[in-house]
């Protein structure tokens, strides 16, 4: 079904280096012919969230830029996080059993990116963001962010270099002014993805999920 | 610190039914007094990639529309994805330890949402897109998606409703037109991002991760 061909696309006098293996098909997608590449294992998702992992470590608050995170199970409501072993904010997850996912808004894109620079271990994060606490009591919530979820922690996952932490939600607080019906509204709120090592904006929507899939079968 | 406040923001007559708890704190967030709502556990997220999970269910391929996946870990890299228990894929996961996941690009969302509306239990969805297989035998790929992750189960984690697959990826396969530098390129995959029930397109980038936070100390 493939063939793999080599192709050199760096230094000529090094064709090894930066060898591709392209993968042609006997397929055909449309009018042309698939053409694909193999770019070996990584850690790759096409976008997501921009998140600050809250946790109290030593009794202060720390919080940390992730990406790694998603919703993990309805019911009950669970999301997860996969935090590198050696991080502090582990440590701070591993004493209290709780943590919180917090969504900084675009304008905040400075203080978020800084909380991924430098550890909690030799820089004091608490005072980034502003904390305050809900219903865990050692889950620090980012008060400029404009949704704060409280988690309490249902296990830990150990992968390899990372640990996935699957937290139940206990309590989310939105900003009221980036609340539409009681919920988050996406726009309001102007969060920040993250794609290929860079932040963006939310751009236009699309269509209606659970919606849009009827016009396939009239098609 | 905390004042539970409730509020009739619903129907007087009924002020039970959709009575808000609004938390008001003494701090101040820049200028203006936080004023956050409380709404509950719910499994939320502020943005998630659109993602169709294939599995083969007793030999044929079959697509599932997900959002609630992300990386798990770098070394070795893993991905996770939640999925209902009843779900058909379940099935074919758990028969081949396998899966896959193909990011669509906002030019298929019909065909994307369509996978997320129907069972391959009662619908066959493995002519909604054309299947290729890759290292894994029996994860299919779909070709019209730009890029495609092939995925050797680790493990399933039970969460209530979801288990919670976490999958070591094997290859990644990215359409050559949507590579730059032998890496997926954002802009030219115009993935689908998922929030709020609704699809989005990837807005404008908005900084460097892991650069942007330099500006903070110089502040």
Same mark, same amino acid.
């Given at each position: 079904?493939?063939?793999?061909?080599?192709?050199? $696309?760096?230094?000529?006098? $090094?064709?090894?280096?930066?060898?591709?293996?392209?993968?042609?098909?006997?397929?055909?997608?449309?009018?042309?012919?698939?053409?694909?590449?193999?770019?070996?294992?990584?850690?790759?998702?096409?976008?997501?969230?921009? !998140?600050?992992?809250?946790?109290?470590?030593?009794?202060? #608050?720390?919080?940390?830029? #992730?990406?790694?995170?998603?919703? #993990?199970?309805?019911?009950?409501?669970?999301?997860?996080?996969?935090?590198?072993?050696?991080?502090?904010? =582990?440590?701070?997850?591993?004493?209290?059993?709780?943590?919180?996912? $917090?969504?900084?808004?675009?304008?905040?894109?400075?203080?978020?990116?800084?909380?991924? !620079?430098?550890?909690?271990?030799?820089?004091?994060?608490?005072?980034?963001?502003?904390?305050?606490?809900?219903?865990?009591?050692?889950?620090?919530? #980012?008060?400029?962010?404009?949704? $704060?979820?409280?988690?309490?922690?249902?296990?830990?996952?150990?992968?390899?270099?990372?640990? !996935?932490?699957?937290?139940?939600?206990?309590?989310?607080?939105?900003?009221? =002014?980036?609340?539409?019906?009681?919920?988050?509204?996406?726009?309001?709120?102007?969060?920040?993805?993250?794609?290929?090592?860079?932040?963006?904006?939310?751009?236009?929507?699309?269509?209606? =999920?659970?919606?849009?899939?009827?016009?396939?079968?009239?098609?």
């Amino acid at each position: 079904m493939f063939r793999a061909i080599p192709l050199f $696309n760096g230094d000529p006098s $090094n064709p090894g280096k930066d060898t591709l293996k392209l993968l042609l098909t006997k397929h055909h997608f449309g009018e042309t012919k698939m053409d694909k590449i193999t770019i070996g294992p990584m850690p790759y998702m096409s976008v997501m969230p921009t !998140l600050l992992v809250g946790a109290n470590v030593k009794g202060k #608050a720390n919080y940390m830029t #992730a990406a790694w995170a998603t919703v #993990a199970c309805l019911a009950p409501p669970m999301v997860c996080v996969a935090i590198n072993k050696t991080r502090f904010t =582990a440590k701070g997850i591993e004493e209290n059993k709780s943590f919180s996912l $917090n969504v900084p808004s675009a304008k905040h894109v400075v203080e978020t990116d800084h909380c991924g !620079l430098v550890s909690g271990a030799h820089d004091d994060k608490s005072k980034v963001f502003k904390s305050f606490y809900g219903k865990l009591k050692t889950a620090p919530l #980012a008060e400029e962010c404009p949704v $704060n979820i409280e988690c309490k922690l249902f296990k830990s996952v150990d992968c390899g270099s990372h640990l !996935l932490y699957i937290g139940e939600v206990i309590e989310i607080h939105v900003d009221k =002014a980036c609340a539409t019906d009681g919920k988050p509204d996406t726009e309001k709120l102007d969060p920040i993805m993250y794609a290929q090592a860079a932040y963006w904006k939310v751009g236009k929507p699309i269509d209606k =999920a659970f919606s849009a899939g009827k016009k396939y079968l009239k098609k």
